[in-house]
Antibody, heavy 122, light 114 residues
Framework: QVQLQESGPGLVKPSQTLSLTCTVS??????????WSWIRQHPGKGLEWIGY???????YYNPSLKSRVTISVDTSKNQFSLKLSSVTAADTAVYYC??????????????WGQGTLVTVSS | QSVLTQPPSVSGAPGQRVTISCTGS?????????VHWYQQLPGTAPKLLIY???NRPSGVPDRFSGSKSGTSASLAITGLQAEDEADYYC??????????????FGGGTKLTVL
């Protein structure tokens, strides 16, 4: 069973960059076959896909966030990371890292991290 | 405004059957993309419930079933139990914008067991 754990600051100031890391255990990112995702959930709201990365470094981002998002992978540490720039209060959310499977007809999330709340406030 | 539309809430008594709809369009469900469903219990991360329109991961009771037709999909829960009280989300791909298709979620449906 693959386990994912998010880590990073729980408080970020407006206009700064939100940075989170997901550490994967019980499986290797570099083994391939899966896409490593970031998904967020605003307080009391639904889910929003941020983007995902393949072990090779190929990335796919939500068009609405693409200009501010960077997802990277460090296979030597079995981690992948999220950077979201120029944050505002609207970026306050629980951020989940996840492992997914993709085909030509869709992607779905198999395993989720427990989530970490990031608050944007001065 | 979510690309995939779900009813905000549904309810049912223990033992009953409920369905949750997920309505899309020709750029997502109607384009042939698969639909997946997640269950989110209060205070926890979502959990995969149905993948590929109608497949259950190992460990998911057969009380849960999914279907897809045209531009819509449905999640059915039979023999409703108190532990089913949760938020449910559908998810698919959408190709309405230029570039590769991207992941979209429904707005979520809160299931209340009466």
């Amino acid at each position: 069973q693959v386990q994912l754990q998010e880590s990073g600051p729980g408080l970020v100031k407006p206009s700064q960059t939100l940075s989170l890391t997901c550490t994967v255990s019980g499986g290797s990112i570099s083994s391939g076959g899966y896409y490593w995702s970031w998904i967020r959930q605003h307080p009391g709201k639904g889910l929003e896909w941020i983007g995902y990365i393949y072990y090779s470094g190929s990335t796919y981002y939500n068009p609405s966030l693409k200009s501010r998002v960077t997802i990277s992978v460090d296979t030597s540490k079995n981690q992948f990371s999220l950077k979201l720039s120029s944050v505002t209060a609207a970026d306050t959310a629980v951020y989940y890292c996840a492992r997914g499977y993709c085909s030509s007809t869709s992607c779905y999330v198999i395993d989720w991290g427990q989530g970490t709340l990031v608050t944007v406030s001065s | 405004q979510s690309v995939l539309t779900q009813p905000p809430s549904v309810s049912g008594a223990p033992g009953q059957r409920v369905t949750i709809s997920c309505t899309g369009s020709s750029s997502n469900i109607g384009a042939g993309y698969d639909v997946h469903w997640y269950q989110q219990l209060p205070g926890t991360a979502p959990k995969l419930l149905i993948y590929g329109n109608s497949n259950r991961p190992s460990g998911v009771p057969d009380r849960f079933s999914g279907s897809k037709s045209g531009t819509s999909a449905s999640l059915a829960i039979t023999g409703l139990q108190a532990e089913d009280e949760a938020d449910y989300y559908c998810q698919s791909y959408d190709s309405s914008l230029s570039g590769p298709p991207y992941v979209v979620f429904g707005g979520g449906t809160k299931l209340t067991v009466l």
